[in-house]
């Protein structure tokens, strides 16, 4: 049973970067046809998707990503296959990035291949505050 | 962006009664369209995907229907265990989008 686990700090600074991992276990991030993306949720901005990553294992084709146009110049999205990790990196903080962030692994289920997040980490507070 | 609105926001219900949800979307989603339930502190769980299929392991009273901008979850009978915030998600364009939520709670 695949399971996800978030770490990284509960507070960030303004300006500063937003740092998070989630770790893979039970599963590995290479899996063929997998996506792992991240998602947070504010009270002032609900359930918000901010981008997914498919890696792909291969030396010769490191995958891609996809970001929410409203965060992409500040979002990275990365995976270590070797730690069985991905991260999410957010530039140039405010306290409007404050919220739960989750990882999940984003499945493309059903006949049409939906995108669809399967299975989830606990959720990590982070709060942006000087 | 596809906007995705839920009615009601909130609803009362008794144990054993029969609970739909609405979520709209802003434009045609095919039927790309997702629903999940989530607890107080707790990550949201995947019940429906592509409109109308169960996830597996998932109890039959939760289904799911409709197609383009109309959609419904149906609770047939709803269980303790079902007080929650339910919340649809579009995976039609990027970037995928959620609605606002819709808490289920206890009459």
């Known amino acids: 049973q695949v399971h996800l686990q978030e770490s990284g700090p509960g507070l960030v600074k303004p300006s500063e970067t937003l740092s998070l991992t989630c770790t893979v276990s039970?599963?590995?991030?290479?899996?063929?046809?997998?996506?792992w993306g991240w998602i947070r949720q504010s009270p002032g901005n609900g359930l918000e998707w901010i981008g997914s990553?498919?890696?792909?294992?291969?030396?010769?084709?490191?995958?891609?990503?996809y970001y929410n146009p409203s965060l992409k110049s500040r979002v990275t999205i990365s995976g270590d296959p070797s730690k069985n990790q991905f991260s999410l990196k957010l530039i140039s903080v405010t306290a409007s990035d404050t919220a739960v962030y989750f990882c999940?692994?984003?499945?493309?289920?059903?006949?049409?291949?939906?995108?669809?997040?399967?299975?989830w980490g606990q959720g990590t507070m982070v709060t942006v505050s000087s | 962006d596809i906007q995705m609105t839920q009615s009601p926001s909130s609803l009362s219900a008794s144990v054993g009664d029969r609970v739909t949800i609405t979520c709209r979307a802003s434009?045609?989603?095919?039927?790309?369209l997702n629903w999940y339930q989530q607890k107080p502190g707790k990550a949201p769980k995947l019940l429906i995907y592509?409109?109308?299929n169960l996830q597996s392991g998932l109890p039959s009273r939760f289904s799911g229907s409709g197609y383009e901008t109309d959609f419904t979850l149906t609770i047939s009978s709803l269980q303790l265990e079902d007080f929650a915030t339910y919340y649809c998600?579009?995976?039609?364009?990027?970037?995928?989008?959620f609605g606002q939520g819709t808490k289920v709670e206890i009459k």
């Open positions: 990553l498919y890696n792909s294992g291969s030396t010769y084709y490191s995958g891609s990503t």
């Open positions: 039970g599963g590995s991030i290479s899996s063929r046809g997998y996506y």
């Open positions: 999940a692994r984003d499945d493309k289920m059903g006949t049409i291949l939906s995108d669809a997040f399967d299975v």
């Open positions: 998600q579009q995976s039609y364009s990027i970037p995928w989008t």
């Open positions: 434009q045609s989603v095919s039927s790309y």
């Open positions: 592509a409109a109308s």
